[in-house]
């Protein structure tokens, strides 16, 4: 994501509310410290491209990607759009984040269902949690098998994190901490690690007056 659109980004991952100038500065000091863009957006359609091509060699003709964003374009109800124009009948959506939250993988599909409501011949097949797949285990926990030797260092410490949400949604019933947490402890015991080895903490929590859950990601760094 580039600097230019980061305005229209914050606006709308706060309901489209605009941002206080202390906070929008304040994210502009974190793009300008990884070098003015995120490369989620590049990876994202690096992602599309290699599954159309393993597609396109298992069953040639027979699946087209199509790339949908929640909060910068193309966002997911153009995607839909897209995908009613070239004629598309079953719609399979598949939100990169491997663990399911109401608040949040959820959103995707509503914001895509959406748009079907008055396509009643179109059917759109919702993939929730995944992260129980065998190949995404192993792609994680080799990464940690080859650091073994640090990770085996008696002052190392292994943080595992993922994106924080309100404990509002988490007390409600939502299954996305226990998701995140089982995915986190299957890794690290493919891997080999001892439980003295690792710990988990979260990030990216809301500027918001609600709990959301911790620990917090960089409150842990600093301990």
């Known amino acids: 994501m580039k600097l230019a659109i980061l305005w229209g980004y914050y606006t709308n991952i706060r309901n489209h509310h605009e941002p206080p ?4 500065d304040e994210l502009v000091s974190r793009y300008k410290a990884i070098g003015g863009t995120s490369p989620l957006a590049k990876i994202s359609d690096a ?3 290699g599954l159309q091509a393993q597609l396109d060699q298992e069953f040639p003709g027979e699946y087209q990607v199509f790339v949908g964003y929640k909060y910068i374009h193309p966002f997911i109800q153009d995607a ?10 079953t719609i399979y959506g598949i939100p990169l984040a491997p663990h399911y939250s109401a608040f949040n993988t959820g959103d995707y599909h509503a914001r895509a269902k959406e748009v079907l409501v008055n396509h009643g011949d179109v059917t759109y097949v919702e993939a929730k ?6 190949d995404l285990i192993h792609f994680w ?16 410490k292994v943080i ?25 402890r299957t890794v690290v015991k493919t891997a080999g690690l001892t439980p003295d080895q690792y710990t988990i903490a979260w990030q990216s929590a809301g500027r918001t007056e609600q709990k959301w859950i911790g620990p917090d990601f960089v409150q842990w760094h600093k301990t």
């Open 21 to 24: 100038k202390p906070l929008y």
């Open 80 to 89: 839909v759009k897209d995908i009613l124009a070239a004629g598309i009948k």
């Open 160 to 184: 595992l994190s993922a994106h924080s949400l309100p404990m509002s949604i988490i007390d409600g019933g939502d299954s996305y901490r226990d998701e995140v947490e089982a995915n986190m």
């Open 129 to 134: 949690s995944w992260w129980q797949n065998d």
């Open 141 to 156: 926990s080799d990464q940690l098998v080859a650091l073994k030797p640090q990770i085996d260092q008696p002052d190392t």
């Open 47 to 49: 992602q599309a491209k």
